[in-house]
């Protein structure tokens, strides 16, 4: 049975493929019910291949570089982010389906003109993971790279909207620059992955596959410093398309990441290779959660945390690899497992987020923190859904998010055990780091549910907002069960992972993930999900009991005791929206002891004297420290570099044919020197 | 053999049925104490012991008024807060080690679901929609962000030391003595010490004992709070408090607690009686230490809090790396 499971992917990538041109050809309908429909035959088809035991196998299919054909693989690695890949995309297509999560754009047809782009998005994705060629990785990861970019112009009338998509079009060019290069030197002597396999690269050049890689699919799974394209393209693509960049493309990149520094560069790697994975891992982890606490725009905050989650993964892959550079494959393992059970939960539980801010911006037609409030009650099955997602994001256990995060704490303890005192000072930061990044994390939950969901409506759209229509209730609900369940059993993730495990680390979870719990060695005690369960579940019982027995039942309400915030008046119905706490309040403590130093943050206070009829004015400024430090240097080159070709252009002839001699002695000396090596 | 064990599961579970009724009857009891302990050193005779259990008997008498244009999740969270201490109540030990709970009683998990209750608090008082409740909920996670690598921290030294996060091994081996005295253990206690000052609300944080004052926290975020709902509030609250005092006497002088057998809790009651006494012993002086220290101290401002939980941070560091230092664990 399992045997045919990848041809049968093979197919439902192809038709998704030819879908998209399909799809231009007769409308959007067949679009998303045709991706909802091979969506969920992909899911089905990889979790048999899963649980049959995930054999390694390839095919060779007619098309790719003239004359030869291109391999697709599939095996346990590809196959655990397939399921990941079809249930997310399934629940983003579902919600897609919905009539009313089209914003606004749908009058002039934008919204339909971009459809088509969506199945060759899930297609390219598909691909990137039956890749077993560098033709093929290419091609698909460019396929999705550009049908996203596509995607992410779907409201392109909106200036923001552009400024996004140009520069999520730069960023993802200079990640196919970078992995073409590297999948090059891979493929010294053939493209295919068994090739590169036989001779894993040494060195240097191991060296440079690895810088480049790490720019290549750091870019695009949003890596601190290459990560200022990701918040502007989340926030400005629609709910379903921004669901799956942040769920599911980031861990296409995550993936081929892993391919290429865990299986294609060999099994061999220097430890030192870990350190800028840990190095930008953690750098993400902080600077995201920060970001996501200080952010007043909902869908930017859940794309900063995205970074967070993103940077917390790739903390992981790299103590992985320095714990399989010093020989320990039961701590290797267990950071893997951390990472792909962290990748797995977070592609769900932000799909869910991500979906949940879709019907948001559709019943409020607005994005801002201070326009939002008082959702609860008006929606509570997405306000539940959205606080269940929420808690995986803080980290609470037993959530999904919890579970992973409790590994991968436990593979910074582990890690103590690798080398010496430089080392083991260097885990100790980095334990700081991570756990600031997940108590960010979790006031960033707290703030984005609390000012977004709870309280009294900001503005007259959020107190007329409705429940989101059938098919997005139920995408959201199904999937949030879902994520729920993962947090009750991790265990049985790990098992589904074991096959990738098995793969690129010898050491496995297998007799340390049941069913229940997960335990950091064999014989240690751990973590099992469902008795905290079970403990909360009968204190809370316990509880309702007595104050049943106890307590007088029922209650009343009447107003706010707090300085007479009584219910709003029926001439301002939705009362007085500066009266409550909002974004910027909530994080205004944290802004001020932290801000300073991660994000630049200045704040000018304009108070006038008094008798000055002036309004007292307060302004804020935050800046990423990468766009200082990286884009704007960058682009100042540029600048540079455009006027000294227009310098050129206007030489004499005499100028020029010195320079042109001038080069060509130049490359002979170089030929010569590296004859000389 | 196979009675014996299921004698000792029988135990645990008996152990863990005492463990909860007794936290659940001393919380009250020893923030009672403490108020009592800081009105005589501050020269008046204040309230009996008994205070807080009396007010919790008046709480629930009273019908609960609920703030207008609140949602389910203002009704649900004191529920949820309560639970979530009371399941980490369950997982600490306090007189004897082996309860049925030691398996699951993991020092992140514990950590987890402290956090899942000042989560749930925070929430209800922004869905309160005033000023004070979000003042309160946006300092109580600010500090958090702060409290949680410093207590991480603490955690690392132990587990260094013991090889497992878990409570009932790490309070095994030290009650054993495997470790002896380290510097580290003292430096991981005051980083401890003012983790609890801070999660607990105390001064110099937070004024417990204060209504209506800019500077607070804990009772900003419920204010809005009344009749059974403030009750399962105030009770979450003291028993926080007692947990970290268990907590603290677990993982830093477990001498005296009934030490487990390999199946479960021991099975000699008279052992169980010794320590309760010691965790009697323990809590009180903890409650007489905090209570000096809460009246020699003024409250800090705001923003002096992090730096105190950095320079927590940088004590559990130092922890750890003189163990490495000592120990080399390569």
């Known amino acids: 049975m399992t045997e045919y499971c990848l041809p049968a992917l093979a197919l439902v990538m192809a038709c998704l493929l030819a879908l998209g041109v399909l799809a231009a050809l007769t409308g959007p309908r067949l679009a998303y019910w045709g991706s909802l429909a091979l969506c969920g035959t992909g899911a089905v088809a990889v979790l048999i291949y899963l649980i049959g035991g995930a054999r390694a196998g390839s095919i060779l299919v007619p098309f790719g570089l003239a004359g030869q054909p291109s391999v697709l693989a599939l095996d346990g690695v590809s196959g655990f982010f397939m399921l990941l890949l079809m249930l997310a995309g399934a629940a983003a297509t579902a919600a897609a389906l919905d009539d009313h999560n089209r914003g606004p754009g749908t009058e002039d047809g934008t919204d339909n003109a971009t459809a088509p782009a969506f199945p060759i998005f899930l297609g390219g994705m598909a691909l990137t993971l039956l890749a077993g060629d560098a033709f093929a990785l290419l091609a698909g990861f460019e396929a999705m790279s550009l049908a996203s970019f596509a995607l992410v112009l779907t409201h392109h009338r909106q200036p923001p909207v552009r400024a996004a998509g140009l520069l999520y079009l730069g960023m993802a060019s200079l990640s196919a620059l970078c992995l073409i290069a590297a999948l090059a030197l891979l493929s010294a002597h053939g493209a295919s992955f068994s090739a590169m396999r036989a001779r894993p690269p040494e060195g240097v050049r191991a060296a440079f596959v690895l810088a480049l890689v790490l720019i290549g699919a750091g870019a695009k799974a949003g890596l601190a410093p290459l990560h200022v394209w990701l918040p502007p393209a989340h926030a400005a693509a629609p709910g379903p398309v921004s669901a799956l960049m942040s769920g599911a493309m980031t861990k296409m990149a995550i993936y081929v990441m892993i391919r290429l520094l865990f299986d294609l560069s060999g099994p061999a790697q220097p430890i030192w290779w870990a350190l800028p994975l840990l190095a930008m891992g953690v750098g993400s982890a902080v600077l995201g959660a920060f970001r996501a606490n200080i952010e007043t725009d909902v869908k930017t905050i859940l794309a900063c945390s995205t970074i967070e989650n993103v940077g917390l993964v790739v903390v992981g892959l790299g103590l992985a690899m320095a714990a399989r550079a010093a020989d320990l494959s039961a701590l290797a393992g267990l950071a893997l497992g951390a990472s792909l059970l962290h990748a797995f939960g977070h592609g769900l539980f932000k799909t869910v987020l991500f979906l949940g801010a879709g019907a948001i911006q559709h019943a409020t037609l607005t994005r801002k923190l201070q326009r939002l409030g008082g959702l609860a009650s008006r929606m509570p099955i997405t306000t539940g859904c959205m606080i269940l997602a929420a808690a995986s994001l803080a980290g609470l256990p037993p959530s999904a998010g919890f579970a992973s995060e409790w590994m991968l704490l436990q593979t910074v303890l582990g890690a103590v055990r690798l080398g010496g005192l430089g080392l083991q000072i260097m885990i100790c930061v980095l334990a700081a780091g991570v756990v600031l990044a997940m108590a960010l994390a979790a006031s960033a939950a707290v703030r984005l549910i609390g000012v977004a969901l709870l309280g009294r409506p900001r503005s007259a759209e959020a107190a007329t907002a409705a429940e989101a229509g059938p098919p997005l209730r139920w995408a959201v609900l199904s999937l949030s069960c879902l994520v729920l369940m993962i947090g009750l059993f991790p265990g049985a993730v790990l098992d589904l992972a074991e096959p990738a495990l098995r793969l690129l680390a010898t050491g496995t979870m297998a007799e340390r993930a049941g069913f229940m719990s997960i335990t950091p060695t064999a014989e240690a005690p751990g973590y099992t999900a469902i008795a905290v369960l079970a403990l909360l579940g009968l204190a809370g019982f316990a509880v309702m009991a007595v104050l049943r027995a106890r307590a007088v039942a029922g209650h009343r309400t009447g107003p706010a005791w707090d300085c007479g915030l009584g219910a709003p008046p029926p001439w301002l119905p939705f009362g007085d929206p500066r009266l409550q706490y909002a974004g910027g309040s909530f994080a205004q403590p944290l802004r001020r002891v932290l801000g300073g130093t991660l994000l630049a943050t200045t704040a000018t206070l304009d108070m006038p004297p008094p008798g000055d009829p002036r309004p007292a004015t307060y302004h804020e400024t935050e800046t990423d420290p990468a766009e200082t430090a990286l884009f704007q240097p960058t682009a100042r080159l540029r600048t540079e570099l455009t006027r000294f070709a227009d310098r050129m252009q206007f030489l004499t002839v005499r100028q020029i044919l010195t320079v042109m001699f001038g080069l060509l002695i130049g490359l002979l000396a170089f030929v010569a020197l590296v004859e000389q090596l | ?330």
């Open chain 2, 1 to 330: 053999m196979s009675t014996l064990a299921g004698i000792s599961a029988v135990a645990g579970v008996l152990v863990l049925l005492l463990h909860v009724a007794l936290m659940l009857a001393a919380a009250p009891i020893v923030l009672g104490l403490a108020h009592r302990l800081k009105a005589r050193l501050s020269g008046r005779i204040g309230p009996p012991i008994t205070q807080r259990l009396l007010d919790l008997s008046r709480l629930l008498r009273k019908q609960p008024v609920v703030a207008d244009g609140t949602s389910w999740v203002f009704r649900a969270a004191p529920l949820a807060s309560l639970a979530a201490t009371l399941a980490a109540a369950s997982l600490v030990p306090s007189f004897a080690l082996g309860m049925a709970t030691a398996p699951f009683a993991d020092l992140l998990t514990i950590a987890g679901l402290l956090a899942l209750s000042r989560a749930a608090m925070a929430l209800a008082a922004m869905d309160t929609g005033t000023a004070f409740g979000g003042i309160g909920a946006s300092r109580a996670m600010m500090f958090s962000v702060f409290a949680e690598p410093a207590f991480f921290m603490v955690v690392f030294t132990l587990a260094l030391l013991a090889g497992t996060t878990n409570l009932d091994t790490i309070a095994t081996l030290i009650h054993s003595g495997t470790f002896g005295l380290r510097i580290s253990m003292a430096l991981a206690l005051v980083a401890t010490g003012v983790v609890m000052l801070v999660e607990c609300g105390r001064i110099p944080v937070d004024n417990p004992a204060g209504h209506l004052e800019l500077a607070m926290m804990h009772e900003a975020m419920v204010l809005e709070y009344s009749g059974r709902h403030l009750a399962m509030i105030e009770l979450s609250g003291a028993l926080r408090l007692l947990v970290w005092f268990s907590l603290i006497g677990v993982m830093f002088a477990p001498f005296g607690i009934a030490p487990r057998d390999a199946d479960g809790a021991s099975l000699a009651p008279w052992l169980w009686a010794v320590g309760m006494m010691a965790w009697i012993v323990k809590v009180a002086a903890m409650t007489l230490a905090l209570a000096v220290f809460e009246t020699t101290r003024a409250k800090m401002r705001v923003f002096r809090v992090p730096e105190m939980l950095g320079m927590a941070l940088l004590l559990g560091l130092l922890a750890v790396i003189f163990l490495f230092v000592s120990q080399g664990f390569a």
